[in-house]
């Protein structure tokens, strides 16, 4: 390798030099020598570079032998061997001790291999490699975000814990994840309890003798049967009582048969952005307020999210690829485990939570099913001895059956998507005004007549709605 440039500018300051009448006699104070010419020479670490000087030299010297070692294999030809990263000084000088010129030795890490590394391992990615002091700075776009971890974990490689990342990822990056939440209850509640009453001139004060398991205890709903009426108390539907003479004894039967259904159907549908690697959170419910003691003896509160929540974190991985990490809870109040002490009542939660990792491309979907809860129970009570008698015993018998069922499914669908402009998004009350005090008094209408015309709105605005609309439950 050579360095014409600067050895033939030094030539001409040399031949100046030697023409020139030397200061040194007269000088009293010690001067800069300047007539060298200044270059940079790049050698990389570990490896050395042959230079070449068109003009002899006699001596030569290293400012710090630690970063470069040189030397002579011939009165113009140098071996520089880069040793550690930083910048030194090599100077020249001839025969008579002149300065023939003085070039800047900057040892950098070699990069070399590390690039054609990077281009096999990512090929057609725009990524620009340099060096500053010990270190490697990477630059430009690479077009997902595991192409970026895979560059700086192969810089790594080269240069442990001295790159500098300065790469950006293009594309788009932002998730709008679509979720819906569906919930179905089922409940079925079936009994049936019997009652005996007895009474007559048989019995004193005509207040008779009660049998059966579906009776209070009072005397009032045994005289309410015994005239042909239901008990005065409690909840009767579903029941019926019939009752006859035999002389001096009157009796009443009381029979109560219930059943009922029900069906109860939730739903939600969130849509929310966050950015790749961000966090997002939705929270369709409230907070309930529980009370905590303190260690002083106070009470302080402390409030209790339920309702259907959501946490979720994107990352686009590569491309459409999008890595989802998700936690959802769907959780209620639940008054009958709550906690009573003094004048206050705790109620209890019930909840459900997943939480799971997941892979899938722009508008793929996937479903969190089968959160499944069955609660069966039945009760049976009789008179003893009585009711183990055969057909008769069903009077002095009670027997209860419930079950309850829910079934709670998610699904959820992520999309990759760009800001859009405001003028674009329609919103519910666009379309509706307020009235006029003529509308409001003289027509009875609750809301201006005047449609919107431009905009997403005014697109609504002409669409049809006449006729039956809204939603519809079987």
Do not use: C
Not at 106 to 112: E, G, H, I, N, P
Not at 164 to 175: A, H, R
Not at 258 to 279: C, I, M, Y
């Amino acid at each position: 390798m050579k360095i014409d440039r600067f050895l033939k500018a030094a030539l001409a300051s040399f031949a100046l030099a030697i023409t020139a009448p030397a200061p040194f006699a007269q000088a009293e104070s010690l001067r800069v020598v300047r007539t060298g010419t200044s270059s940079n020479l790049s050698v990389p670490m570990n490896r050395a570079i042959v230079v070449e000087s068109d003009v002899p030299f006699a001596e030569l010297s290293i400012a710090n032998p630690a970063i470069a070692d040189i030397s002579s294999l011939s009165d113009r030809t140098i071996y520089v061997l880069g040793k550690s990263p930083g910048l030194t000084t090599l100077t020249l000088l001839d025969a008579s001790g002149r300065l023939i010129t003085n070039v800047d030795v900057r040892v950098s890490a070699d990069v070399s291999e590390f690039k054609e590394r990077l281009r096999q391992i990512l090929p057609g990615e725009k990524i620009e490699v340099r060096t500053a002091n010990d270190g490697i700075v990477l630059s430009g776009t690479v077009s997902s975000i595991v192409k970026l971890e895979r560059a700086l974990e192969l810089a790594n490689r080269y240069a442990p814990d001295r790159v500098s990342n300065l790469m950006t990822v293009g594309g788009i990056q932002q998730v709008m994840l679509k979720v819906r939440f569906a919930e179905m209850r089922r409940s079925v509640s079936k009994s049936l309890q019997s009652s005996v009453a007895l009474g007559g001139a048989l019995f004193d004060n005509n207040l008779g003798v009660q049998g059966g398991t579906g009776l209070g205890s009072s005397g009032s709903n045994q005289q309410a049967i015994l005239g042909g009426n239901l008990p005065v108390t409690g909840n009767r539907e579903g029941a019926i009582s019939f009752g006859f003479n035999a002389g001096a004894v009157e009796v009443a039967v009381l029979l109560e048969a219930l059943e009922s259904k029900g069906v109860v159907r939730t739903l939600a549908e969130p849509n929310l952005t966050a950015l790749s690697g961000q966090e997002a959170r939705f929270l369709a419910g409230g907070e309930y307020p529980v009370p905590v003691s303190q260690e002083n003896g106070a009470v302080s509160v402390e409030f209790k999210p339920f309702g259907i929540e959501l946490n979720f974190t994107p990352t686009v991985v590569d491309g459409d690829l999008i890595n989802l990490e998700l936690q959802t809870a769907v959780s209620a109040l639940d008054g009958t485990n709550g906690f009573t002490q003094g004048n206050f009542t705790i109620s209890a939660f019930t909840r459900r939570e997943a939480s799971t990792t997941v892979e899938l491309r722009d508008g793929e979907s996937f479903a969190i099913a089968g959160l499944l809860q069955d609660d069966f129970t039945d009760l049976n009570g009789q008179v003893p001895w009585l009711g183990d008698i055969p057909v008769l015993g069903a009077l002095f018998r009670s027997a209860e059956y419930q079950r309850s069922q829910s079934e709670l499914v998610i699904i959820i669908t992520p999309h990759l998507v760009t800001p859009t402009r405001g003028e674009a998004l329609a919103l519910p009350t666009d379309r509706v005004k307020p009235p006029t005090e003529k509308d409001l008094f003289l027509f009875g209408r609750v809301q201006g007549g005047t449609r919107p015309t431009k905009g997403a709105a005014g697109e609504v605005a002409k669409q049809d709605f006449s006729g039956s609309y809204g939603y519809v439950m079987d």
